[in-house]
Structures are given as structure tokens and as C-alpha cells.
């Protein structure tokens, strides 16, 4: 069983950067193509960044540039840098794998852009 703790997330003025990190518990972390979801008010979960096991990533054209993902096997962590932050990409920010699994979801972190 995998389980996630996401953290990092606060208030920021737009063109800012937070990083957010993701904790999972188990050795098996090593393993699997995970990515960073968020969901804002109103809309539906949406994957914004995935990365492979040997670290290839792939981003939402919506935070292209933007956003970098890395992990870090050793640590059983994995990480979204997000700069040039804007109030769209306000939400909660949620780890996963790309086809995520419903009982890996966690209680995610808040990101709020605004001035």
C-alpha cells in the first residue's frame, strides 16, 4: 500500500514560485510513473505533470514552462517547482500515478495565487 503526504503549498502573489513536495511511505516509490494533480473550485481533478520511473517528464500545456517535476527515489519523494505562478493555477495540489489509484489519493495542498 502507498500513501502520500503532499506539503509546500500558501499564499503567493502572482509571478511567484512555490515548491511543493509529495512524501510517500513504502520502498516501492522506485517503481511507479507518478505526477502531480490539482483541482480547483468548481472543476474537475486535472493531471498537470507526470514523471516516469527513470524521470522523463511530460506537463499540461497550461503550465509548460512553468512547472518542473523531479523525484527523488532515495527519499521516496517527489517534487513540483512552479514559477510564474498565476490565479488560474490556484487549487489543491494532489500526487498520484498517472492512472491514479483511488486509494493513493491524500489530502493534498492548498495553493493560493492572488495579491
Known amino acids: 500500500q502507498v500513501q502520500f503526504v503532499e506539503s509546500g503549498g500558501g499564499l503567493v502573489q502572482p509571478g511567484g514560485s512555490l515548491r511543493l513536495s509529495c512524501a510517500a511511505s513504502g520502498s516501492i516509490f522506485s517503481i511507479y510513473n507518478l505526477g502531480w494533480y490539482r483541482q480547483a473550485p468548481g472543476k474537475q481533478r486535472e493531471l498537470v505533470a507526470r514523471?516516469?520511473?527513470?524521470?522523463?517528464?511530460t506537463y499540461a500545456d497550461s503550465v509548460k514552462g512553468r512547472f518542473t517535476i523531479s523525484r527523488d527515489n532515495a527519499r521516496n519523494t517527489m517534487y513540483l517547482q512552479m514559477n510564474s505562478l498565476k490565479p488560474e493555477d490556484t487549487a489543491v495540489y494532489y500526487c498520484?500515478?498517472?492512472?491514479?489509484?483511488?486509494?493513493?489519493w491524500g489530502q493534498g495542498t492548498q495553493v493560493t495565487v492572488s495579491s
Open positions: 514523471i516516469t520511473r527513470g524521470g522523463s517528464t
Open positions: 498520484n500515478a498517472p492512472s491514479p489509484v483511488q486509494s493513493w
